[in-house]
């Protein structure tokens, strides 16, 4: 079975600041690893994947993570924030199995001011 | 592109009642899923389908059952509601590759008093 861990509950940051939203998972198998972004009163919607090849994987509005897996990290960057940034952001992992049968970590509220 | 829907949107239940939240997808995806979302804890899965004619539990089927009606729709029954059930609850939907990345619905929000 797998795990996520995301320590901070929420991040408050000024925009146009950087900001790195953690996520450590643990697992005893392969794994692919995925951010979701949930906007006020709406689903969840994916941000960004790693599934195989290049450990830095992208996002098309600017967040990137790295995939770590010695320390078993998949943290969640981005070097300027704006306001429309402000959501919950949740890490998730599933093995590599046949469904995504995903476990996702309780999620970080981040929290974008002027 | 409606993707995936969910309805109600918003229910009230007395505890012992029961009711049934229903999911489509048209996207023609193989597995679908039921989470519940509770504050500080994530999102928790409740019962997947992995494929039409398939169900499973999750991590936290109790009090919950399910069926795969046909390949576009996926419901979540309570029998007997009860205040532990209070929850945000979203289905999802992806192809069967454990990949491919999960459609969420907008979420049914639920008050068991």
């Known amino acids: 079975a797998q795990s996520v861990t995301q320590l901070d509950s929420q991040v408050p940051v000024f925009e146009e600041a950087p900001v790195e939203l953690r996520c450590n998972y643990s697992?005893?198998?392969?794994?692919?690893l995925f951010w979701y972004v949930q906007y006020p009163n709406q689903g969840l919607q994916l941000l960004l994947k790693?599934?195989?090849?290049?450990?830095l994987v992208e996002s098309i509005n600017g967040f990137e993570a790295e995939f770590n897996k010695s320390q078993t990290s998949f943290h969640l960057r981005k070097p300027s924030v704006h306001i429309s940034d402000t959501a919950e952001y949740f890490c998730?992992?599933?093995?590599?199995?046949?469904?995504?049968?995903?476990?996702f970590g309780t999620g970080t509220r981040l929290q974008v001011t002027l | 592109n409606a993707g995936v829907t969910q309805t109600p949107k918003f229910q009230v239940l007395k505890t012992g009642q029961s009711m049934t939240l229903q999911c489509a997808q048209d996207m023609n995806h193989n597995s679908m899923y039921w989470y519940r979302q509770d504050p500080g804890m994530g999102l928790r899965l409740i019962y997947y389908s992995a494929s039409e004619g398939t169900t499973d539990k999750g991590e936290v089927p109790n009090g919950y059952n399910v069926s795969r009606l046909n390949k576009r729709e996926f419901s979540l029954r309570l029998e007997s509601a009860a205040p532990s059930q209070t929850s945000v609850y979203f289905c999802?939907?992806?192809?069967?590759?454990?990949?491919?990345?999960?459609?969420f619905g907008n979420g049914t929000r639920l008050t068991v008093t």
């Open positions: 999802a939907s992806s192809d069967r590759d454990s990949g491919s990345p999960l459609h």
């Open positions: 790693y599934l195989s090849g290049s450990t």
């Open positions: 998730a992992v599933t093995d590599t199995g046949t469904a995504s049968k995903l476990t």
């Open positions: 697992s005893s198998v392969s794994v692919y």
